[in-house]
């Protein structure tokens, strides 16, 4: 098993910023993934970024690229999403995710095995 944490949400205004922490204890998961997804209000669960956490490779999607910044303290077991130039559409809750065997569906819901509770981002015009 793997718990996760999120922590670091709230309210911003557009053009700020945010980071959020995962905290992740448990089992190791040393050649999986981990990421971030979100989910505003009447709309699916979407991939927001992922990190391989030994490798360190990182996938983000497009809306993100360039604004977000996804890193990971392996002694730590923490995961962090830096969010910058934040805009309203960026809101939602936000899942940290984890995959303990890495796949190349990184982007897929269905690929992971542990979520966190989420973390809400609130983004004012």
């Known amino acids: 098993q793997v718990q996760l944490v999120e922590s670091g949400g709230g309210l911003v205004q557009a053009g700020g910023s945010l980071r959020l922490s995962c905290a992740a204890s448990?089992?190791?998961?040393?050649?999986?993934?981990m990421a971030w997804f979100r989910q505003a209000p009447g709309k699916e669960r979407e991939f927001v970024a992922a990190?391989?956490?030994?490798?360190?490779?990182?996938y983000y999607t497009d809306s993100v690229k360039g604004r977000f910044t996804i890193s990971r303290d392996n002694a730590k077991n923490m995961g962090y999403l830096q969010m910058n130039s934040l805009k309203p559409e960026d809101t939602a809750l936000y899942y940290c995710?984890?995959?303990?065997?890495?796949?190349?569906?990184?982007?897929?819901?269905?690929?992971?095995?542990?979520w966190g509770q989420g973390t809400q981002v609130t983004v004012s015009s």
């Open positions: 448990g089992r190791t998961f040393s050649r999986g993934v």
């Open positions: 990190i391989r956490w030994s490798a360190g490779n990182t």
């Open positions: 995710a984890v995959d303990v065997h890495y796949s190349d569906r990184y982007y897929y819901t269905g690929a992971y095995d542990y």
